[in-house]
């Protein structure tokens, strides 16, 4: 037996499989090289994180839940506390670090600061810019592009209360007012105490409401307001409206005209702390889109499925974004 020959035919039958076993490994390793894995993919940290936070009312509810997932589909890590508070509680958890990002409106600038310059809250641009500057000054916080919508407050009748009193403007209210007609105002305390809000109507057109013509709420929630006028509950026949809420029209009410424009301009506008707006300047490109869409009938109508179709906030939100083509459908 030749055992040379048996050795190399051994080492033959052998050496082919391992020639193609060295080729797959190196391929293979060449492969691990230049293409990432997937799990390195999948592992791509998030950025953020970052809390978004909105008042307790439909428009809070909506714009504020876009925000969330806008931001969450760009790649962030969001907690979601929309509908969070009352104006001021939204404020102070912003001072204090508690939330990040927030939905306020641009008259809101009035009451942070105290400053003379009280016309420029009647104008948009004017009051946007002052607002803008004295909160990066005071207190690093950044507001981002607004929507054109103006949200400001106003005075809400039934159309049958306004068509048998006659009364279609603050004017008219004044004057059946001061001739003992019954009124009953649901408001705000914001409003109530503000000298552009009800202390400024008073003054403008010359009528005054004692404490039993008034029920005043702490929150500025109008949705309890409306139906409160509309049920005429607590002897109710006139409440504070707010420009885009919803469904005016359909609950049947008429917003009192006011000629001597004594509330200040109202728009919406994301406002985010100064850290988060440094470290990631992309925020504010990335929900300029969706407040340049939000007009005032825009709003009414996001504002009349929640509070007049008895839509989910949420619901309402996403199908606008991907009505807008700012966000896919899953």
Request: proline share 4%; net charge negative.
């Amino acid at each position: 037996m030749n055992t040379k020959n048996t050795f190399i035919d051994k080492r033959i039958s052998w050496g082919k499989p391992n020639i193609f076993l060295v080729l797959f490994t190196v391929f293979a390793l060449l492969i691990s090289i230049t293409v990432p894995s997937f799990s390195a993919i999948a592992e791509e940290p998030q950025k953020g994180p970052i809390t978004i936070a909105s008042m307790i009312d439909a428009e809070g509810a909506v714009i504020g839940g876009m925000m969330v997932m806008l931001l969450r589909d760009a790649g962030f890590e969001v907690n979601d506390m929309t509908e969070f508070g009352t104006p001021d509680i939204l404020r102070q958890a912003l001072m204090a670090g508690e939330v990040d990002l927030v939905l306020d409106y641009t008259g809101s600038g009035q009451y942070y600061h105290d400053t003379d310059s009280q016309d420029v809250w009647s104008d948009a641009k004017l009051g946007y810019e002052q607002t803008r500057q004295l909160d990066i000054e005071a207190n690093d916080i950044y507001w981002l592009t607004p929507a054109s919508a103006n949200n400001t407050e106003g005075l809400a009748v039934t159309r049958g209360f306004a068509e048998e009193k006659d009364i279609r403007s603050l004017e008219d209210l004044a004057a059946y007012i001061n001739d003992g007609g019954k009124i009953k105002l649901i408001t705000s305390s914001s409003f109530a105490e503000n000298i552009k809000g009800l202390v400024g109507f008073e003054e403008a057109y010359g009528f005054r409401l004692n404490a039993d013509q008034l029920i005043v709420l702490a929150s500025g929630n109008t949705a309890e307001m409306l139906k409160a006028l509309v049920e005429g509950r607590d002897q109710v026949n006139v409440s504070l409206v707010y420009g885009t809420d919803g469904a005016l029209q359909d609950m049947g009410l008429v917003v009192l005209e006011d000629p001597k424009s004594i509330p200040p301009v109202y728009q919406p506008s994301p406002v985010l702390r100064g850290k988060l707006y440094r470290e990631y300047p992309e925020i504010e490109e990335i929900l300029k889109p969706l407040f340049e869409t939000l007009s005032l009938e825009t709003l009414q109508t996001l504002n009349a499925k929640v509070t007049y179709e008895g839509l989910a906030a949420k619901e309402v939100a996403k199908n606008y974004l991907v009505e807008q083509g700012l966000m896919k459908e899953e």
